[in-house]
Each structure stands twice: as structure tokens, then as C-alpha cells.
């Protein structure tokens, strides 16, 4: 008898860090990508606005629009039967309490069951509102594309004494003001440690080492076809199997035995 897989939830998410159960996630854009992901076991499934970037062929994320987003997430909902799909709020999609509802639940009503945005402690009270609102969150720290131009490039954040207190301080904030998840690109993976030691709900590191409660990559870097430069923490799971399922599978194993990323 065929059985539907029982849909991850947020409340399942947290349990797993409970459990100490490492959390699988990849980003998707189209519905062929999500089935094949939610049938390899990954547990969340991201529609990043780095389709901007891999998808759209732009130098950077702030080009892509709410109509994009919601776009995607329609394609990435009618693939996934288990994953939890999240969906980012673009650039400048967020900026007040009432944008940033209309533009979630525009998310929301796409298919989405979490919303990710690019956070410090100045969107603390989208937090709170959004989840007052029913809305779950996923607040992004550290690397934040959005901000490329403010933030001078692509480059690893908090290494700094006063930078990684700072973050840390965001991370509990923005965990306080009832984020439900937390992503973690590009930090000093001690850091990320310690964020994740710090708050309850669980912590998906990118480019943040090994001490995360999951780990999340952009498809295509996994794949191997990306357009630019491929950051240094991405790994070709294309060398470890020869078909697509097969990699996808392969980054699953590696993420729950906890041999990616390696402790470096
Ligand atoms: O947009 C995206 O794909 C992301 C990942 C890099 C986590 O935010």
C-alpha cells in the first residue's frame, strides 16, 4: 500500500535539534528539482531569491521581485509532498510591518509555510509582526546578499570580537522576538556554534561549519552549474554518484552522518 510521507512541520524541525538529528536543506525554483529533492530525503526546501543569480543570470539577488518569489514558490509547492518549503522575501520587500505581511502572505498563499528574510536587530519587530500574524520566520544573519553594497562583497562576517558579539546578541533578539528558525551564512563556524548553543530553535548553517543543527546549499553549486564563482564551503555532489537523484542523496547521507561540511 502506498503511503503519503508525513509533511515536515516547524514543530518537527525544532524537535529533530532536540533530538540532535541533522536537518537537510536545499534551495529549488522549479517543481522536476523539488520532486527529485523531497524524494532524496531533504528535509527543507528553500525557493532563495539566489534564483536571481543561478536562475535569472544576475550579478546579485536585488533585482528579483515579490512576482518572481511568488512565482517559484507556485512552481516549487506543486513538487514537494514531505519538505518544508521556505521562500524568501526579496530586497526591499520588508521594510515596514505592513509591507512585509502583505508581501508573506502573497508567499503564504503561493505555498510557502515559512518565510525567510535577511535579518539584524532592525527587523526585529517585522519578526514579531509577521509572527503575530501566524506567519513562521526564518531570520537570515551573517552573509546577507541583499546587503552586498553595504556590506563591500561576498565576504564571511563576524570574525571580528565585536562583529561575532553583535551577531550573537541579533541571533538570541531575533530568536526572542519569535524567529523560528535561524540561517547562518558565512561565519566562523565557532560562532556558529555558539549561536546555535545559544537559542532553541534550530540553527541551518552556510559556509558556517559543522556545528550547526542542519545545513542548507544552493542547488546548482551541488549540481555543479553554476554560473559564477562558486563559494569555497559549496561541494560538487555530482562526483559522488552518477546521476542527479543519486547526488542529491549523496549530500543527504553526508549532512545526517555529519561528514559535510567537514571539520576543518
Ligand atoms: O537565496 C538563497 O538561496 C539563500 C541561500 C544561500 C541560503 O539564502
Known amino acids: 500500500m502506498h503511503t503519503e510521507p508525513e509533511p515536515i512541520t516547524v514543530p518537527r524541525l525544532r524537535a529533530m535539534k532536540q533530538e540532535g538529528r541533522p536537518i537537510a536543506c536545499l534551495t529549488a525554483y522549479d517543481a522536476s528539482f523539488a520532486r527529485v529533492l523531497d524524494e532524496a530525503g531533504i528535509d527543507l526546501v528553500l525557493v532563495g531569491d539566489s534564483l536571481g543569480m543561478v536562475v535569472q543570470g544576475r550579478e546579485t539577488t536585488l533585482a528579483v521581485t515579490v512576482d518572481d518569489m511568488v512565482y517559484h514558490t507556485r512552481c516549487v509547492a506543486r513538487g514537494l ?41 532592525n527587523q526585529a519587530e517585522i519578526v514579531r509582526h509577521l509572527g503575530a500574524q501566524g506567519i513562521p520566520v526564518c531570520a537570515h544573519l551573517g552573509l546577507r546578499p541583499q546587503s552586498v553594497h553595504k556590506l563591500g562583497g561576498y565576504r564571511r562576517q563576524g570574525a571580528g570580537e565585536a ?72 561541494r560538487n555532489f555530482m562526483n559522488a554518484a552518477p546521476d542527479i537523484p543519486g547526488a542529491v542523496s549523496a549530500y543527504v547521507a553526508a549532512v545526517r552522518g555529519r561528514r559535510f561540511p567537514e571539520r576543518g
Open 81 to 121: 509532498r514531505r519538505a518544508l518549503l521556505v521562500a524568501d522575501l526579496p530586497f526591499a520587500s520588508y521594510a515596514q510591518p505592513a509591507q512585509a505581511l502583505d508581501n508573506a502572505a502573497r508567499l503564504m498563499r503561493a505555498g510557502a509555510r515559512v518565510v525567510k528574510l535577511e535579518a539584524s536587530a
Open 163 to 234: 562583529e561575532a558579539a553583535q551577531m550573537l546578541e541579533d541571533a538570541a533578539l531575533l530568536a526572542r522576538c519569535g524567529a523560528d528558525l535561524l540561517l547562518l551564512e558565512c561565519v566562523p563556524p565557532r560562532l556558529a556554534a555558539e549561536i546555535r548553543a545559544n537559542v532553541e530553535v534550530p540553527v541551518i548553517g552556510i559556509g558556517a561549519g559543522p556545528d550547526c543543527d542542519g545545513q542548507i546549499l544552493v542547488l546548482y553549486d551541488l549540481l555543479g552549474v553554476s554560473l559564477g564563482p562558486v563559494p569555497p564551503f559549496a
